[in-house]
């Protein structure tokens, strides 16, 4: 464990003025409050926020945030009080030690719904400070750094939440650095074979072909020195980690993979950058389409510096990031920049982003999605996991967007009603279809018609979180009125199936409980499949959530009444379903077919009442596995069938077989065999399709030829 003295120490290299007395008070008081208390690997607990006020000096953090590292547990796991530390180190590490906890307390690889819950939460809790995050940040490396002593299965748990949340976290916020760490050691727990295989092929390259990158680095310094540039030159290989995903995206074999090697060119002005580009490219032969200059166009974290990839020594290719000191200093730091202390003052850096106007640019995009706390989580994930491609509008002006974006991003990115009303796109003068990825530098028409409106297939082709938040607002919009009629609709058979009755005032609580506006926007996400009846139900009545949650009963023990030695199964001719009254047939050799109370077949077995065995389904919730027929009118237009299938897997239900029975030019006929739970489901899916405009009839078949 690192000493308070060594601690103090390395807080001075960069922070002269630093309050040691107080740095030694945190010390003390958090190796008394964790006094006892040991870690998964027998260390005792205070090595570790030690170890993680280490790591946040690396960053040349304040005062503030190294006592808050070395406290952030003590509120959570010891008998220390948000008050006792108000009074002991002030009210403004209390709340980074209260925001850390609050962090720590979310769960976020739970459940999906829970987790897009907390994510919104954390993004709340960073907009008080976001040292908070960069202490937590710091909190994970150090244990994914000693995961080794935890059980298997954390161990598997924890890296998958750092490989989905912190890491991709880390390197939004610009600490590209501590994003490939954590990468890395989350992918030698998920993945260690594949790590393994990695090394060994390094190893055996290098005595292949001896260690290039002392070569490379020292071929680059003797131009620049010849130029009289001045310059600090690095080389590393790429971590293992980043030769995977590279690997896995492009399909190729370890043997085919370039630019496995990285070097940094660090200057000590902004005209040197270009200086040394045109020296590299005047060396080695430049790699088509593998430039990029984020100095002239920056990142949204901050990120600034050119890069290149060449093919240098022997032909390898390597890849030359081109920055000068400062513009190194936020690549190193990211936001945390803001934060960071030099000679006892804040140093202003002027590419660092200010954290308050980061934060505030990435939660405005997701404002159309307000309240809803998945599609919140979807769009901060295609933020964070996003590379960038930078496009111009007709008049010269630049515009960002992610990796993969279509002309559709591109009209929502200048404004939402160039995005809602967009019919066509030209790009660099051509006409080009919407779905079309853009690339960089190209130059971007969007050609807008009035009366248009986005269209539900646009969500499968926009990248962005702004594009997609924004189509399905007003894909809500459009059809708000349709599904109030359906959400009214199926609330009504849910709250009758619990024995209540839906009124507008359960409904308008209902609304309170689950922070929507109010009793229509419950109903309207009912009908549209964004929010379940099981929700509401739980949201009034709590009671009934044991009943919500209950075990899914196995479809061979969903039928009671049988022998001890008897089997069934379902006639083809009727298809019962869990919750309709049922009779049971014997069949030699065949065991027990079940048929609806009302089937028609059942006819001829009235004169042999000895094979009739007196049945009824389990209560309970039963998996959607037992199949019914339906026929479905729909018209014949473009987009409608797959309309209705959508809407078919909006109300849960599986299309096992479709067939057409009927084509006529303005509608069509067809029997599709969906999987269902029970009759519930089978009415609030009947109820869906009749409401839906394209439909022109829909029935329930039953089929007497299809007799056992």
């Not at 027998?42 to 030690?50: A, Q, R, S, W």
């Not at 072909?209 to 290989?237: H, N, S």
């Not at 499968?460 to 599904?483: C, H, N, P, Q, Y």
């Not at 269902?676 to 007497?704: F, N, P, Q, Y």
Request: include cysteine.
């Amino acid at each position: 464990m690192i000493d308070v003295e060594d601690l103090i120490a390395l807080v001075r290299n960069y922070n002269p003025q630093t309050d040691a007395d107080l740095i030694r008070k945190a010390y003390a008081y958090g190796k008394e409050m964790h006094e006892g208390q040991f870690r998964h690997s027998g260390e005792p607990y205070f090595t570790h926020p030690v170890a993680v006020a280490a790591i946040l000096t690396e960053q040349r953090l304040d005062d503030a945030t190294i006592i808050t590292a070395l406290l952030h547990d003590t509120i959570e796991d010891t008998r220390s009080t948000y008050t006792e530390v108000a009074r002991l180190f002030g009210e403004e590490i209390a709340e980074l030690v209260d925001g850390v906890t609050k962090l720590t307390n979310l769960q976020l690889s739970n459940a999906a719904s829970k987790q897009a819950e907390n994510f919104r939460k954390l993004f709340m809790a960073m907009s008080k400070d976001l040292r908070v995050i960069l202490v937590k940040l710091a909190d994970r490396l150090h244990n994914m750094r000693t995961i080794r002593a935890m059980r298997v299965e954390k161990q598997a748990q924890k890296a998958r939440e750092t490989m989905e949340i912190y890491a991709p976290l880390a390197g939004r916020m610009g600490m590209q650095w501590m994003r490939e760490e954590l990468e890395d050691l989350a992918f030698k727990v998920l993945n260690p074979e594949a790590r393994t295989s990695i090394i060994r092929r390094f190893v055996s390259l290098q005595k292949e072909t001896g260690d290039v990158i002392p070569q490379i680095t020292a071929d680059i310094r003797a131009l620049l020195e010849d130029e009289g540039i001045e310059a600090d030159v690095f080389g590393r290989a790429k971590r293992p980690y980043s030769i995977w995903r590279k690997m896995e995206e492009k399909q190729l074999t370890f043997s085919r993979l370039s630019d496995i090697y990285g070097f940094r060119v660090i200057t000590r002005n902004e005209m040197d950058c270009y200086r040394v580009l045109g020296l590299i490219h005047h060396r080695w032969r430049a790699v088509p389409t593998r430039f990029k200059d984020y100095i002239s166009q920056p990142k949204t974290n901050g990120y600034r510096s050119i890069h290149t990839t060449v093919s240098g020594r022997d032909g390898k290719r390597v890849e030359v990031q081109i920055r000068t000191r400062q513009m190194h200093e936020v690549a190193e730091a990211g936001v945390a920049a803001h934060w960071s202390y030099r000679d006892g003052e804040r140093a202003a850096n002027p590419f660092a982003v200010d954290p308050a106007k980061w934060l505030t640019s990435l939660t405005e995009r997701f404002s159309e999605g307000e309240g809803d706390h998945d599609e919140f989580l979807e769009n901060v994930k295609l933020e964070m996991y996003s590379d960038q491609v930078f496009c111009f509008t007709p008049k010269g002006d630049v515009v960002k967007l992610p990796k993969g974006a279509t002309p559709i991003d591109f009209a929502y990115a200048i404004h939402t009603r160039i995005g809602n009303s967009c019919v066509g796109a030209k790009v660099d003068g051509i006409r080009v279809p919407l779905w079309t990825r853009l690339k960089n530098g190209q130059s971007v028409e969007v050609i807008t018609a009035s009366g248009q409106r986005p269209q539900l297939t646009w969500l499968d082709i926009v990248a962005t979180g702004r594009a997609k938040a924004a189509i399905r607002k007003s894909l809500r919009e459009e059809d708000r009125d349709r599904f109030i009629k359906l959400g009214h609709e199926l609330a009504r058979v849910a709250f009758e199936h619990v024995g209540r009755k839906v009124s507008d005032k359960a409904l308008r609580t209902a609304a309170k409980t689950l922070g929507l506006a109010d009793e229509d926007e419950v109903l309207a996400r009912l009908g549209s499949a964004e929010l379940a009846t099981s929700v509401v139900l739980e949201a009034l009545y709590p009671e009934l959530a044991a009943r919500q949650n209950e075990a899914e009963i196995e479809p061979t023990r969903a039928v009671l009444g049988l022998g001890a030695d008897q089997s069934f199964r379902r006639a083809d001719c009727c298809q019962p379903l869990p919750g309709e009254r049922i009779i049971g047939i014997t069949y030699r050799g065949k065991g027990v077919v079940i048929h609806a109370i009302d089937c028609p077949a059942l006819e001829e077995f009235e004169d042999q009442p000895e094979r009739w065995v007196d049945l009824h389904w389990k209560t309970g919730h039963h998996p959607p596995v037992y199949t019914a027929t339906l026929k479905v009118t729909i018209s014949n237009d473009a987009g409608v069938l797959g309309h209705i299938c959508t809407l078919i897997g909006q109300q849960k239900a599986n299309i096992s077989d479709l067939n057409f029975i009927d084509r006529k030019p303005d509608f069509y006929s067809l029997l599709v065999e969906v999987e269902l739970c029970d009759a519930e489901h089978m009415h609030r899916l009947l109820t869906a399709l009749e409401a839906e405009s394209d439909v022109a009839h829909v029935e329930r078949i039953r089929d007497l030829s299809r007799k056992p």
